[in-house]
């Protein structure tokens, strides 16, 4: 969308003239522009925040050449979009209705939920040693290969 799209856009939802509108844009760009200039940063709630950013001065390399350029300092402007813009932009999908149960389930009380720590490590056990079996014998006939 570029500025007189934008005057449309403000002319139809507010309904003033596009005179009315034209002037309405160029005042809500000039404020921006002016504040960011002197150093201000401009937050427009829902929408989000322009931040005046400064960059020192340089040397950079001239690609083709390699010469050495000097680039002044200069400054920037930064934009940080609303919480609410992002919202829009980004909607998040619809959890998982057996996730949301297996949530919301009560944990067991008692000797069940004291026991679960103590199975866990055993599983957890159970499967180093697992892993480690599988890897010894590997190495045994990896061994016996060399020998011959």
């Known amino acids: 969308m570029n500025r007189s799209e934008l005057v449309d856009q403000v002319e ?19 404020a921006v522009i002016g504040e960011i200039k002197s150093g201000g940063k401009v937050s427009i709630f829902g929408f989000g925040t322009f ?14 050449t390699g010469a050495a350029v000097n680039i002044a300092a200069s400054t920037g402007v ?3 979009p ?10 998040k999908p619809a959890a998982k209705k057996s996730a949301a149960k297996k949530a919301s389930a009560p944990a067991k009380k008692g000797a069940a939920a004291a026991s ?23 190495k045994k006939s990896a061994k016996s290969s060399k020998k011959k």
């Open 116 to 138: 679960a720590p103590a199975a866990q490590k055993a599983s957890a056990s159970a499967k180093k040693s697992e892993t480690a079996k599988k890897a010894a014998p590997a």
């Open 78 to 80: 930064k934009f940080s």
């Open 51 to 64: 931040t005046p950013t400064s960059r020192a001065a340089r040397v950079g390399r001239n690609p083709q």
């Open 12 to 30: 139809t939802a507010t309904g003033l003239d596009r005179r009315q509108s034209e002037s309405a844009v160029k005042a809500v760009v000039d």
């Open 82 to 91: 609303a919480t609410a813009l992002k919202a829009l932009l980004n909607p």
